[in-house]
């Protein structure tokens, strides 16, 4: 199984904006791609985590493992359905007017101190992009749990990272238009 070094926010990857991946895939990128899948997977096996010393992943960008592109994995299991994807060049097509954030707040992969506050985000969202996995071009519509991973995921390509999106001076603001989930 491939080992990840994960990148944090001390470094400057995390905070640029990263370049599109050029179509059709060569095999090695599709490649790392499954294998930032797989290690989402295995993270999430409670033995495993515990043996490897590595937090339970939902998804993973390229700039947390190194690298500047327009990628990243999810693997997360919500309302008995399963989301296994690796998005290349991910657009988001369209966006609910409604928000949601997550009650417990949000933490990263990147992240080694929690930061506090809601993270308001869109409740729903379309998004295209090539999906590594089925090697195919996708049109996923998301909400709630699943939307929200997405987007942070999407965020970590523009070089954002959740505590860009929690308000300074009020991290707990109310948005009269968000759901907790
Ligand atoms: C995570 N994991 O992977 F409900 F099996 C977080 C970390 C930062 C706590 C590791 C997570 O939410 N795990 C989880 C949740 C479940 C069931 C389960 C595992 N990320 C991904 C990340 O940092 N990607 O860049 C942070 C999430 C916060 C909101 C969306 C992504
Ligand atoms: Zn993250």
Redesign the pocket.
Known sequence: MKKFKIHTDKEKLLHEKCREVALPLDEEKRQTILDMVEYLKLS?DDEYAKANKI???????AP?IGVPERFYAVYLVDKEKTYEYGLVNPKILSTSVKKAY?EGG?????VPEDVMGHVYRYFRITIQAYDAVSQQNVTLKLVGYPA??FQ??YD?LDGILYYDRINRDDPFKKDPEAVAI
């Open positions: 999430q937090r339970p992943g939902v998804g993973l960008a947390q997550l949000e933490g990263c992969l990147s929200i991973v942070h995921e970590h």
